[in-house]
């Protein structure tokens, strides 16, 4: 078993825009893996990462200004910050523009070239700038891509290719001899049939149209392509380099798992596989590839306007509620389905009613009926011994399912044991075994059972909503790791809502709130991005004054305004409404000397009519600071 060790990676997310809750899921899929693993006495290194490269990133730096190094930057820390929503325990986060991964793309590519692998000729055909992939015209459908459906070019450019030709018969092979090298079986027989029997073309790995690349060291128009740069941080992420390897690669490679969606399985499973049969390296032992995460039915995507965000679904409900939905709704082959709706029924009837009150109402009556101490007793009625084997059987159904990657079922095992324990509650009744003196034993028994069922529940949890098994761990006062049914004694601690049922109505309503005012925002900056450009002459009507707050106080039913009183110097009091009460108080503001629009149109906000308009930085959508002046009169003309 390798000692044990276990390399796992997932996709590494483009750094064009911000990841969705379809992206989320391959990190959080490979987080419970992670998890079970090191569960299992596992030596794992997790990694994860961003891929930086490319002519999309090129031209997405450009619109906003930026160098493209400064753009990857701001994305790559976004991904991270999405990922680290998740509560992820990766153990490396590598991104493409990692010196140490560059210099060992480079060398890659000089060795596959030198033994002739890669040579030089010319491409023609059409490209996919979204998905930076070169089709035939055969290969597109209704004149389009194939895999975004979106429109494509003519491209035609001086090119570095692998020849791919030259290991199918080799690939193929291994496939065959390797059965669990593809899962699931739909997506080997998809690469099979559609790709290595109809024959490989050779891939274009260079690019000379657009500069942001590792250059080709030795033809320094060229840059690497990304099925070479960004495939490669499975191996130069652990320290792979032809020029001589680490010991961490030595140690972990080959990888044990690569967790991918299914609309890449092809890259993984044809091209990295033969890139790295002509290094001379192992191959990796299997490829997952997961279903999609869609919304409703469609396609998650932002042109749709139907993106949801895994982090602002986290800030709102937990990252346990996330993590949840995902593994239990997303099957091992097929696609899995996400609304708000849905999100809020599955946490409503799944974590608060079914394990939030099983252990909520146990706790409550150990304490209410011992002081918070039960022991073992031995009974034997018809309803314990179903217990106790409902118990077992989600112990094998559980692992079964989490060794071969099923995680929805391994939710719907656990899930299962959670339901039982809720009926053994009804069938027991505690709360009339506790008016009988001589049951009070067997009241002891069931409450002993249900903690120590609850206690194996809070071990099989412990993959897929870590913060919540940890803390039923600690309300039951035993946080032991056996699966096996245990005699012993509980001690258990304050019984502790864990998952608080959520207002549907309510929480819809706020959503749909946010969600326009966001489109709002979006359609407003978009505006302005649209907005000509102003003459020297336009920019001198703006009569822009220092004023000093004098008075400041919110605006009833007025969430983000505040009403202030400027002293602008002109004698009279000038009231502004500014949207600011997010981030400032009134006792911030008061004192402070400010920029305000002084030749403003009135307008009527909320009862308050504002004459004029203060001056405030936008860092980010959610952090905007008010410009403040020093040893400045009121007054003043700003210039």
């Given at each position: 078993m390798d000692n044990k060790k276990f390399y796992i990676t997932t996709a590494i997310a483009y750094a064009s825009s911000k990841p969705h809750i379809g992206n989320a899921y391959d990190i959080v899929l490979a987080d419970m893996i992670a998890r079970y693993k090191r569960l299992n006495g596992f030596d794992v290194f997790f990694m994860t990462g961003s891929d930086e490269h490319g002519q999309k990133i090129e031209e997405k730096a450009k619109e906003a200004g930026i160098s493209p190094k400064e753009y990857v930057d701001r994305a790559a820390a976004q991904i991270k910050s999405v990922w680290d929503s998740m509560n992820t325990t990766y153990d490396k986060f590598i991104r493409t523009t990692d010196a140490d991964h560059e210099a060992a793309v480079t060398e890659i590519f000089k060795k596959l070239y030198e033994q002739g692998d890669i040579y030089k000729s010319e491409y023609e055909g059409k490209y996919c700038v979204p998905c930076e992939s070169f089709f035939t015209q055969s290969q597109l459908v209704d004149g389009k891509c194939p895999d975004c459906g979106r429109e494509v070019s003519d491209a035609k450019e001086e090119a570095y290719f692998l020849r791919l030709s030259k290991y199918q018969d080799r690939l193929t092979k291994y496939i065959e001899e390797n059965p669990d090298f593809i899962k699931p079986e739909s997506r080997k027989n998809e690469m099979i049939n559609n790709f290595l029997k109809p024959g490989l073309s050779d891939l274009c790995v260079s690019r000379s149209s657009f500069k942001w690349g590792i250059p080709v060291e030795f033809d320094k128009k060229h840059v690497i392509y990304v099925w070479i740069d960004a495939l490669s941080n499975y191996a130069t992420g652990i320290g792979y380099n032809p020029l001589g390897s680490t010991e961490q690669y030595k140690k972990y490679w080959p990888a044990d798992l690569h967790v991918i969606g299914k609309d890449i399985v092809r890259f993984h499973t044809i091209y990295w596989p033969i890139i790295l049969?002509?290094?001379?390296?192992?191959?990796?032992?299997?490829?997952?590839?997961?279903?999609?995460?869609?919304?409703?039915?469609?396609?998650?995507?932002?042109?749709?306007?139907?993106?949801?965000?895994?982090?602002?679904?986290?800030?709102?409900?937990?990252?346990?509620?996330?993590?949840?939905?995902?593994?239990?709704?997303?099957?091992?082959?097929?696609?899995?389905?996400?609304?708000?709706?849905?999100?809020?029924?599955?946490?409503?009837?799944?974590?608060?009613?079914?394990?939030?009150?099983?252990?909520?109402?146990?706790?409550?009556?150990?304490?209410?009926?011992?002081?918070?101490?039960?022991?073992?007793?031995?009974?034997?009625?018809?309803?314990?011994?179903?217990?106790?084997?409902?118990?077992?059987?989600?112990?094998?159904?559980?692992?079964?399912?989490?060794?071969?990657?099923?995680?929805?079922?391994?939710?719907?095992?656990?899930?299962?044991?959670?339901?039982?324990?809720?009926?053994?509650?009804?069938?027991?009744?505690?709360?009339?075994?506790?008016?009988?003196?001589?049951?009070?034993?067997?009241?002891?028994?069931?409450?002993?059972?249900?903690?120590?069922?609850?206690?194996?529940?809070?071990?099989?949890?412990?993959?897929?909503?870590?913060?919540?098994?940890?803390?039923?761990?600690?309300?039951?006062?035993?946080?032991?790791?056996?699966?096996?049914?245990?005699?012993?004694?509980?001690?258990?601690?304050?019984?502790?809502?864990?998952?608080?049922?959520i207002d549907t109505e309510k929480a819809l309503a706020e959503i749909a709130a946010e969600e326009e005012e966001k489109k709002k925002a979006q359609e407003k900056a978009e505006n302005v991005a649209k907005m000509s450009e102003i003459s020297i002459e336009d920019f001198m009507k703006v009569e822009l004054k220092a004023a000093k707050v004098t008075a400041c106080e919110p605006i009833p039913k007025a969430k983000k305004l505040l009403k202030l009183t400027l002293d602008d110097g002109s004698g009279k009091e000038r009231i502004v409404a500014s949207g600011i009460a997010k981030w400032y108080t009134p006792e911030q503001l008061i004192g402070k000397t400010v920029i305000v629009v002084a030749n403003l149109k009135p307008a009527k906000l909320c009862g308050v009519e504002s004459c004029g308009m203060i001056l405030a930085a936008e860092k980010s959508e959610d952090d905007v600071k008010v410009v403040f002046l020093e040893d400045v009169p009121a007054g003043s003309k700003i210039r």
């Open positions: 049969m002509a290094l001379g390296e192992p191959l990796p032992k299997q490829v997952l590839g997961h279903p999609w995460v869609l919304v409703g039915e469609d396609k998650m995507s932002k042109s749709r306007g139907n993106t949801i965000y895994a982090d602002e679904l986290a800030a709102r409900f937990g990252s346990d509620a996330v993590r949840y939905y995902l593994l239990s709704e997303v099957s091992f082959v097929n696609d899995g389905s996400i609304t708000h709706e849905s999100f809020i029924n599955k946490f409503n009837s799944d974590l608060a009613n079914t394990y939030g009150n099983l252990v909520n109402r146990t706790v409550a009556m150990t304490n209410k009926y011992f002081g918070g101490t039960v022991s073992y007793k031995s009974y034997e009625n018809e309803c314990d011994l179903d217990l106790i084997k409902t118990l077992d059987a989600c112990v094998a159904d559980y692992q079964k399912a989490m060794d071969t990657y099923h995680n929805a079922d391994a939710c719907a095992a656990v899930l299962e044991l959670a339901k039982r324990c809720n009926k053994y509650i009804d069938e027991t009744m505690p709360w009339a075994l506790a008016k009988d003196e001589s049951k009070k034993d067997y009241l002891e028994a069931v409450l002993f059972n249900l903690l120590e069922c609850i206690r194996v529940l809070s071990v099989l949890l412990l993959p897929i909503i870590p913060d919540a098994a940890e803390k039923i761990a600690e309300q039951i006062g035993n946080a032991s790791k056996s699966l096996e049914f245990t005699e012993g004694s509980f001690t258990v601690g304050e019984a502790k809502p864990l998952f608080a049922r």
